[in-house]
Structures are given as structure tokens and as C-alpha cells.
């Protein structure tokens, strides 16, 4: 629900629409992060560390660094390739940690969908993007889903929950979820040894091929096992290119910047939708220390390695 909080004069949110310098893949290595909880609880919080030390937020301080002449973005991985546990960046917790959503307090896991493995890419979002609930992307009747854009790394490592990579934009996908625009993009880390050969979506085709329809159809169906209807996708199923998806990140980019300034407005009134920390009553200006405590992860319930098929 939208609420209605005061506008501030916060250094740190001017520092965070100042910042221009784009990461390479060795400098976003100096993000670190810090855990605390046991993996795979409701009480599981993963920190970003900034290269100063201070505690960060995912959302909010990795600069997405969009360059439109290479399409290259920064990207934060939530879920590694072949993993079930649902990680996402969480909007309404102090600092953003990466957290495991949950469903009536208990962790959420999605289903293996015969023949795959839990998540079929390295999933993550584009920091500094939002995709705006007020706002009805051109060509479809849908609103944003009022979270970071999504991702999906298709190289061929399986990149670990919070790291940080540079990678290239190569096209994306209109998702309707709930009846809310969810876009998720696809990208390729910059260091992949195949991101040389694949600029779009014709190479995609030709040095992973099927993986596009089989995306497609793993977001169409991956529901279904959890007694939900099949989801449907705008602008007749097909893939945007990169000069769409390139639209797509900056209206999104944009549409964070209003967020954190606080200049969007309804009817008048300026708001935001829940309490999209850092920048509220309940998180200040200074610099915040978060230590791990190295509790063992918790064991995942078998239940969760059981094979649907659709």
C-alpha cells in the first residue's frame, strides 16, 4: 500500500544520483557482503559491504552504470543457476539485504519443473532500476511490479547469491504476473568466454540454442505446480531486442530516481510504495556496522527435491 512520508535533504541520496563511474567486473569484486541468520530460515539476512566497510544496500548503492554503446549494466545475483531457494533483494528491510521470501512465515522454494533444476539461469536484478506501479508501459495494459528489474544471467558459470557482475544486455521478455508488467531481461556476464560472440538475440539462438523458448516456457509454467494458472506474456510472446530492453532499463532507471528523490507524486501528494528504505523516518545518515555470525545453513526439507511435470 502507498504511503505518505516527508521529503528529505539526505546527502547520501545526492552521492547516489552523482555516482557516473562505471564498475568493471575487478572493481565490483570489491563489494563484499555479510551474513547473518541461517541460510534457508525466515531470520537469513545477506548484507551488501561497500568498499569502505559500511553496510549498503543492494538496491539502492550498486551503481547500475548503464552504457548504451557496449549494453552493459551491472547485475546482482539473488538465485545461482539450478538453486531453489526464492533470494530477493528485499525493499522494505532496513539496508536491503538479500533475503529468502516466505509465504505465511515459512521460506518459499520453487518447484524442479521436469526436466530442470530449480532456477534455469543465474537470477538476479539491475540495481538502481524500479519498475513504477503507477506507470502502464507503452503496448501493453500492465503496470509495473513495484520491485528492481529481473535478470537472467545465461553464461556458463553458476554465480553465488550477492555478487556483483558486469553484464551485457541482450534482450528481454514482458512477463504478465498477477496482472503486473515483470520483465525479465536477459544478459551474459562480460567475462563469459562466449559474451564475445553473442551481442543479440540471433547469436543467442545460435550458440545456446532452444534456450529462449525454454525460458519462455519455464516462466509460462513455473507456477502451475503451486496450483496457479499459467502466466502470459505481452507483445504476443515475443522477445524484445536490445534497443527495446535498452528502453526498458533507463525508464526504469528513471523511475527509480523519482523514487528516491521523492518527487513522484499522486495526485498531488508524494509517496512511495511501502517503506522502501533507506531513505525513512527509521534509517539515518550514518554509518552502520553489521558483523556475520557464521551459523551453519539450515537443511533444506526434502519435500523440496520432488519432480513435477507439466
Not at 575487478?26 to 566497510?53: D, E, I, R
Request: charged share 25%; with cysteine.
Amino acid at each position: 500500500m502507498d504511503i505518505t512520508i516527508k521529503e528529505y535533504n539526505n546527502p547520501r541520496m545526492k552521492r547516489l544520483l552523482q555516482v557516473k563511474t562505471i564498475l568493471t567486473n575487478s572493481q565490483v569484486a570489491h563489494f563484499s557482503n555479510v551474513a547473518q541468520g541461517s541460510k534457508f530460515t525466515s531470520n537469513f539476512k545477506q548484507y551488501l559491504k561497500l568498499p569502505n566497510g559500511e553496510i549498503g544496500s543492494y538496491f539502492h548503492d550498486v551503481p547500475l552504470d548503464l552504457d548504451p554503446t557496449t549494453a552493459t549494466v551491472n547485475m546482482v545475483t539473488e538465485i545461482p543457476r539450478w538453486s531453489q531457494a526464492k533470494f530477493e533483494i528485499n525493499k522494505d528491510e532496513p539496508w536491503n539485504p538479500i533475503m529468502q521470501d516466505c509465504k505465511k512465515g515459512i521460506p518459499r522454494f520453487v518447484k524442479n519443473l521436469f526436466p530442470f533444476h530449480g532456477y534455469i539461469h543465474n537470477y538476479g536484478a539491475l540495481p538502481r532500476t524500479w519498475e513504477d506501479p503507477l506507470h502502464t508501459y507503452p503496448g501493453t495494459e500492465y503496470k509495473g511490479d513495484n520491485d528492481p528489474l529481473d535478470c537472467c544471467e545465461i553464461g556458463s558459470q553458476v554465480i553465488p547469491t550477492g555478487a556483483i557482475r558486469r553484464v551485457k544486455l541482450l534482450g528481454s521478455l514482458a512477463l504478465i504476473d498477477d496482472n503486473e508488467l515483470d520483465w525479465k531481461i536477459v544478459v551474459i556476464d562480460c567475462q563469459d568466454p562466449l559474451a564475445v560472440h553473442v551481442k543479440d538475440l540471433n547469436d543467442v539462438e545460435t550458440h545456446f540454442p532452444q534456450l529462449l523458448h525454454q525460458t519462455r516456457e519455464w516462466f509460462r509454467n513455473y507456477k502451475i505446480p503451486d496450483g496457479k494458472p499459467a502466466n502470459k506474456f505481452g507483445f504476443d510472446e515475443k522477445y524484445m531486442g536490445i534497443d527495446e530492453t535498452l528502453k526498458v532499463v533507463q525508464q526504469c532507471h528513471d523511475a527509480w530516481k523519482g523514487l528516491i528523490s521523492m518527487k513522484r507524486s499522486v495526485n498531488g501528494a508524494v509517496k512511495v510504495p511501502n517503506k522502501i528504505s533507506r531513505f525513512n523516518e527509521d534509517v539515518n545518515d550514518g554509518t552502520v556496522a553489521i558483523e556475520s555470525d557464521n551459523k551453519p545453513n539450515s537443511k533444506i526439507p526434502d519435500a523440496v527435491s520432488k519432480w513435477y511435470y507439466i
